[in-house]
């Protein structure tokens, strides 16, 4: 049995570096707090695998990071958030534990940003496959029409820093081009991957300047902001050294060579078995 220790991190999981946008953003706008960020690298990428993996490997993760101390974690991970999390939140949470993901966040907000009520989601294909942004948005917004395209080159792109060049830019124009085809009223771009900020020069300069392009990590660490706010038994239990600690499941050399460039910062990371 996992104890519930009276003050802790807050985790942050994510199955490689692209949580580190999302936890970049929430370090910005909660730097007061412990964190622990585990990088499940040995795994990615998830969003091919089928959902019984991905909610197994999810499940470990988050329980490692409960071990560790943490009474509260945010997937910052698409593909977790959407095959795994319902079913941690329902069945698995231990006694005291919380489990967040980044759709919710992400959806709740999104009629702020469209004024055609057409919103397009480029995402992986396990988060396309769960329509899990589809059915979120129809239920808090009803009157947004979401369209959706899988971009399965993207994240592989990032996890090389193939993130300029003609090459890479051609594979990033192909599928805006493929989202945008689905109507030509979509004014809004949700990136539903933590990976795809690092592409975001590039999805900008192949898309219509009129179509607003949302990263979720600002969205996230406000949604998060807000939640601590109104849960002052959770928030209380967060405990405040503004402290970081980095974990991957590969190599930790490698992770912190990478990681720099999704965090904005240098990081020093030890590697962790799951």
């Known amino acids: 049995m996992i104890a519930t220790a009276e003050h802790g991190p807050i985790g942050i999981f994510d199955s490689g570096f692209g949580g580190l946008t999302v936890f970049r953003e929430i370090k910005n706008a909660l730097p007061m707090y412990d964190y622990i960020y585990l990088g499940d690298n040995a795994r990615v990428p998830y969003g091919t695998r089928p959902f019984e993996e991905v909610y197994e490997f999810t499940k470990a993760c988050v329980f490692k990071l409960f071990e560790m101390g943490c009474n509260l974690v945010i997937l910052a991970c698409n593909t977790a958030s959407a095959k795994a999390l319902r079913t941690i ?3 698995d ?3 005291g534990k919380k489990v967040l993901g980044v759709i919710r966040p992400t959806t709740e907000s999104i009629h702020q940003y469209t004024k055609t009520n057409k919103v397009g989601v480029l995402a992986t294909q396990g988060t396309v496959l769960s329509e899990s942004y589809k059915i979120e948005i129809t239920k808090f ?7 959706q395209h899988a971009c399965p080159q993207w994240v592989p792109l990032v996890e090389r820093n193939e993130i300029t060049g003609e090459k890479s830019g051609e594979i990033v124009e192909k599928d805006i081009q493929s989202i945008l085809a689905q109507s030509p009223e979509i004014d809004t771009l949700i990136l539903a ?4 900020p690092l592409l975001l020069p ?11 392009i949302l990263p979720q990590g600002e969205l996230i660490a406000q949604s998060l902001v807000d939640y601590l706010n109104r849960h002052p038994e959770v928030e209380s239990r967060c405990s405040k050294n503004s402290n970081m600690q980095f974990y991957t499941t590969e190599n930790a050399d490698d992770f912190e060579e990478k990681a720099a460039i999704f965090f904005g910062e240098k990081v020093h990371a030890a590697y962790i078995a799951i």
């Open 93 to 95: 949470l231990p006694p």
């Open 202 to 212: 590039l999805i900008r300069q192949h898309t219509p300047a009129h179509i607003k």
């Open 193 to 196: 991957c933590t990976h795809y």
């Open 89 to 91: 939140q329902q069945n």
């Open 141 to 147: 917004h009803p009157e947004i029409n979401v369209y």
